[in-house]
């Protein structure tokens, strides 16, 4: 019976073997895959797109280094923010202004 006893050893592992698989496809794949497209997002940043910051500010892109990115955030005013400090590009939704008074 010394056979039996490796047997049951990996019908132990079995269910933590499942549970990692599990994980696998349903946090670290998805959470992979959307930091591998935000990569490629700020790779591609040029001078006049409308990004939205971490930070919640809207801005048209006016310059661009490696690591900075100068955000004119209106008419004559640019503020200058980390590359990762880009969250995405500014839809027509979010760009529509808020009608006062109502």
């Given at each position: 019976m010394p056979g039996a006893g490796a047997g049951g050893g990996i019908a132990q592992f079995l269910p933590l073997i499942l549970i990692f698989v599990v994980f696998y496809f349903?946090?670290?794949?998805?959470?992979?895959?959307?930091?591998?497209?935000?990569?490629?997002?700020?790779?591609?940043?040029?001078?006049g797109n409308k990004v939205i910051t971490r930070g919640g500010i809207h801005g048209t892109i006016t310059?661009?280094?490696?690591t900075v990115v100068t955000l004119e955030i209106a008419q004559d005013?640019?503020?200058?923010?980390?590359?990762?400090?880009i969250a995405s590009p500014e839809?027509?939704?979010?760009?529509?202004?808020?009608k006062a008074g109502g």
């Open positions: 349903l946090l670290i794949r998805p959470q992979q895959k959307q930091a591998k497209q935000q990569q490629q997002f700020l790779n591609d940043l040029k001078n310059g661009l280094t490696d005013i640019r503020v200058k923010v980390s590359r990762s400090a839809s027509a939704n979010t760009a529509a202004p808020v």
